[in-house]
């Protein structure tokens, strides 16, 4: 049930539970009322097993709330507040003081197992016994909900968690970047996911307030991305930046992402690293950025389009061609690919390819004072170490027009220079490989 500004009638929930002869309810902290039938140390808190209740009927309460228990005649009653983050759970844990995230249904209890009525603990004492629950929102502010942020996976669907499942099909409302790859999902994992609604790049700032005000209202919304965890490279940074600002709490659900399967993967020295997210389009500028990422010191993780990934590669080549480097492309799907080798190695590998699929590229750390180097590189390399650099990616297969856009990069190399430099290098290289092959 989703939170509304003006409820007509507050929401009232009823179920049963049965006593039983080990109940002790001395507990001065928590009182329990669980599904299970048996119990043993759990004894001092719990005061109802085998109990009946309706998770979704429960999800419907919100803020402040009248907990009455009654069994043979016996009677008790307290308030408590029900937590946001409460999804469904084979027990209810009413605590005395502050909720804890993964294990409260209502907090800021007035009693607890200690406090009950001891003549209604007495009535307890046998497993014929039944005990009447019943939940009755108090008038008042329903207090604010929560906003979880959903991993999901990146292409194996076996990758999703039990507790990911589990908020998408109790919260109020999914954000989802698009809804139907969030319907695709549900149905080959077999869930039937809470109400979802489109909230992407091009309409964020348009939906934020409408979600904001749900949540204030006590509303559970989930956040998800088409694929891994959101934010890294992904919608939300608005709606979550938000609610932080406005003291709602954020809730995050892990689980598979990209960079990290890949980082783990890659077999370079990962323990520090840099996430880039998406290098700029143009290569001047990616090659810019290169620089000054790898100056860090750090491994350096990066996204691309398969469409782009040739060129990238180059200008990962022309600013350091003997970068070790890791490309990871479709990981967890049927065609997952790891390649790693040199930067000028991928790029001549990849330069007459057109693969598929998402990529994720990562650098290694530079050795000591490499990154500072990397820098200054186009401002202090001779003429010789240049076209040593240039000739070894134009052996690698670089394309020639992309080499002499890096070379055209350089401070104080215009266009016309650049090319005659490229053209002249390519003609050494093939008049090399000629000699070598013996023609």
Partial sequence: ???????????????????????????????????????????????????????????????????????????????????????????????????????????????????VDRDFVRALGSSDQRVRVTVREVAGEPGPGVLFVVALPIGNDGDIGARAINVLEHVDLVLAEDTRKLHALARRIGIDPARASSYHDHNEAQRVDGILERLRLGARVALVSDAGTPLCSDPGYVVVSRAVEEGIAVCPVPGPSALLAVLTASGLPVDRFVFAGFLPRRSSARQQALRELTALGSAVVCYESASRLAETLADMAAVRADWRVCLGREVTKTFEEFRRGSAAELAGAYAGEKPLGECTIVIAPPSDHEGERDLDASANATAHDVDALLQSLLEQGVPASTVAQALKSMPGIGRNEAYERVHALGHETRKGRETRNGT
């Fill in 1 to 115: 049930m989703a939170p509304s500004a003006a409820r007509s009638e507050r929401v009232s929930v009823s179920f049963e539970c049965r006593g039983h002869p080990n109940i002790a309810a001395t507990h001065a902290k928590t009182l329990e009322l669980t599904r299970d039938a048996e119990i043993s140390r759990r004894a001092t808190c719990v005061l109802g097993v085998a109990s009946d209740h309706d998770n979704r009927a429960l999800l419907a309460l919100r803020g402040l709330v009248e907990v009455t228990l009654e069994c043979d005649g016996a009677r008790d009653e307290f308030r408590a507040t029900m937590s946001p983050f409460f999804l469904g759970s084979d027990s209810l844990v009413f605590r005395r003081g502050e909720g804890l995230r993964g294990d409260t249904f209502a907090f800021d209890a007035t009693k607890t197992a200690a406090t």
